[in-house]
């Protein structure tokens, strides 16, 4: 099972990698959008918000298979504390599952606020068409008032071995407000726009939406089999270990079988 | 000839092309442009539509892409397609299905939002009907 999942860690991996050049330039192009528009009273919904922050969506990233070690575990803690704290702070919390797993660990404690999710996503790799579909539910809520903020916990590929649990959040899109956007400044008032900013904002803003929520799962199943083919190393390793302390404990039983038929044997030819 | 323009193709996937080339036609919401080296930088949204690829005085790729975005600068112009295919790869079922499934959706929709999105994916088909190469 390492092997398999190492295999397909392989796989996962590229596929997160080679995603990533969309994420960036998209976000390059936002930038320069949101920069453009910031602080307009025109702003779209998506990116100045409603507003408030009293419903907060939760969009929890997990596998829908287990043996992965605390994969699974890892992200429903966290989540589980984003939303006992959301709560204390009397905002209504309301949670959307991708991925079984974690759907069947949260229920117990926060079952009220589970709301329907997804599974069995990208079971053979994850196609865009398929996160698209977790983010037309999302902007469909959005739209109906469902919830103000959304957040996406997910575990962030860093290695084989190593998986930030990560906590971003979506709508309102959070604009950048330093680094490299910054130095673009100047080219910014530069840039025409067709058809206008709000529009090509628009629609750019639900794309938007829909790579994030493609790039996190993309992160979180090369997580997942990372934290597999760990969890899986060490079975191996447990189990041989456990396999020499059971060989060694039947060898003893057996020669003390024999030791101890030897001996009726002999008392019993002595009586005689 | 004058300086070439870089060329950038994006899928979510992956990155699906990456080279310099004379001049790129796109098909842009408000009307097809070409955008050369040294281009006014401008950002357009893209429709469903062939981006035609000029290099050494011909064209020398076209690719079928399904809506996206486009942005131009003086030295690159990126688009970000969700899909994108070559046209010699389009084949006759490819749309005629797309076309089927959209008409259905069509029929079958029933609020604004079912409508609009059903439309749209008539719109890819209808645009990848006449983007397919004759037979």
Do not use: W
Not at chain 1, 21 to 47: D, Y
Not at chain 1, 242 to 252: A, C, D, S
């Amino acid at each position: 099972m390492k092997m398999v999942a190492a295999s397909k860690l392989r796989r996962a991996q590229t596929a997160a990698e080679s995603a990533r050049p969309f994420a960036e330039r998209m976000e390059r192009m936002l930038g320069t959008l949101a920069g453009s528009l910031a602080g307009q009273s025109g702003a779209p919904r998506m990116l100045a918000g409603t507003g408030k922050d009293d419903v907060q969506l939760i969009v929890m990233v997990t596998a829908d298979r287990g043996l992965c070690g605390g994969f699974n575990s890892s992200i429903v803690r966290n989540v589980k504390q984003l939303a006992g704290q959301l709560l204390k702070e009397g905002k209504t919390v309301k949670i959307l599952p991708v991925g079984r797993k974690g759907r069947e660990q949260i229920r117990r404690d926060f079952g009220p606020h589970l709301i329907e999710g997804f599974e069995g996503l990208g079971r053979k790799g994850i196609s865009f068409a398929e996160a698209d579909q977790v983010a037309t539910r999302i902007t469909q809520l959005f739209d109906e008032n469902e919830f103000d903020v959304c957040t996406v916990v997910y575990n962030r590929f860093q290695s084989a071995i190593a998986q930030v649990v990560t906590r971003q959040q979506l709508i309102p899109f959070p604009v950048p407000a330093e680094g490299p956007v910054k130095a673009d400044a100047a080219a910014k008032a530069l840039y025409e726009f067709e058809p206008s900013e709000e529009d090509i904002l628009n629609s750019l803003l639900p794309r938007n939406l829909a790579v994030q929520i493609f790039r996190s799962i993309l992160e979180s199943q090369a997580s997942e089999q990372g934290a597999r083919m760990t969890a899986m190393d060490n079975a191996t390793r447990n189990a041989g270990d456990m396999i020499n302390g059971l060989t060694i404990k039947y060898n003893r039983s057996r020669q003390a079988q024999i030791t101890k038929e030897l001996i009726e044997i002999i008392s019993g030819a002595e009586a005689l | 000839m004058a300086d070439k323009i870089k060329f950038e193709l994006v899928s979510p996937a992956k990155l699906l092309i990456s080279s310099p080339v004379d001049m790129v036609i796109v098909p842009g919401t408000e009307g097809d442009f070409g955008a050369l080296a040294q281009h006014a930088p401008m950002i357009t949204t893209v429709r469903p539509g062939v981006i035609d690829v000029h290099d050494g005085g011909k064209v020398s790729n076209r690719i079928f892409v399904a809506g996206g975005f486009a942005e131009v600068n003086e030295e690159r112009i990126t688009v970000l397609a969700e899909e994108a295919l070559p046209v010699a790869d389009i084949t006759h079922d490819m749309y005629s299905a797309r076309l089927q499934a959209a008409k259905e959706a069509l029929a079958d929709a029933k609020t604004d939002g079912a409508r609009i999105a059903a439309e749209q994916l008539l719109s890819i088909a209808q645009a990848m009907q006449a983007a397919a190469p004759r037979h």
